[in-house]
């Protein structure tokens, strides 16, 4: 099993709906969960940090659940502008500098 | 600087040729990482740095891969006799670490060097 693994996508969605990707991890130890954002040949940049209790940033909605080892990444009201890859980022055990970037999965939001 | 600095951003050289690739993290982040991504495909980890902490080099592919960090700040890295296998963008990120000795949270990635190796 791969340690951090993503739904393959692509999701394809009309403006304005709601998506949701998936990321699940086989570390149980693993402390902190990111999701990172990646256009079309550009670097990754930190999209939201995943706490434990859920946290939300406008449209973006990210859950943690420890009991099965998953996180996920809600996106509302889909913007032409949401389309990239979605990276799950996973630290490698109790260590919190190494850490295991999710093959990601792609949305295109489609007019 | 304002961002992490990567160089040259494209290069394109023959295979059996020596290449480096260069990194300016942001200033006063301690930790330096190295990926590689291939078309495609995912990040794949090479090296990280940690202050003055031996580097974890887990991640080189092979021996031709090296990379050092001078100073706590600029790093370099080198693939001896380039395949092309090589292809790929490299991309380096760095890390702050916070007053409690946490790091923080995100990394910032430079915009990478597109290693084409013909």
């Known amino acids: 099993r791969k340690e951090v693994e993503q739904d393959p996508g692509p999701f394809n969605v009309p403006e304005g709906a709601t998506v949701a990707f998936n990321c699940t991890y086989s570390?149980?130890?693993?402390?902190?969960f990111f999701w990172y954002r990646q256009d079309c040949r550009k670097e990754p940049k930190l999209l939201m940090s995943?706490?434990?209790s859920g946290n939300e940033d406008g449209r973006f909605t990210a859950q943690l659940n420890r009991a099965s080892q998953y996180i996920s990444l809600l996106i509302r009201d889909s913007k032409l502008s949401d389309s990239a890859t979605y990276l799950c980022?996973?630290?490698?055990?109790?260590?919190?500098?190494?850490?295991?970037f999710g093959p990601g999965t792609s949305l295109s939001v489609i007019p | 600087g304002a961002g992490v600095s990567q160089s040259p951003s494209n290069k394109v050289t023959e295979k059996g040729k020596d290449v480096e690739l260069r990194c300016d993290p942001i200033?006063?982040?301690?930790?330096l990482y190295w990926y590689r991504q291939s078309l495609g495909q995912g990040l794949e980890f090479l090296i990280y740095?940690?202050?003055?902490?031996?580097?974890?080099k887990s991640g080189l592919p092979s021996d031709r891969f090296s990379a050092e960090r001078t100073g706590g700040s600029v790093s370099t890295l080198t693939i001896q006799r380039t395949q092309q296998e090589d292809s790929a963008v490299y991309l380096c990120?760095?890390?702050?670490?916070?007053?409690?000795?946490?790091?923080?949270?995100?990394?910032?990635f430079g915009s990478g060097t597109r290693l084409t190796v013909v």
């Open positions: 990120a760095s890390r702050g670490v916070g007053r409690t000795g946490i790091p923080n949270y995100g990394y910032t």
């Open positions: 570390n149980s130890a693993s402390q902190s």
């Open positions: 995943v706490y434990s």
């Open positions: 980022v996973v630290n490698k055990g109790t260590s919190y500098d190494k850490v295991i």
């Open positions: 200033s006063g982040h301690t930790a």
């Open positions: 740095f940690q202050g003055n902490s031996a580097p974890d």
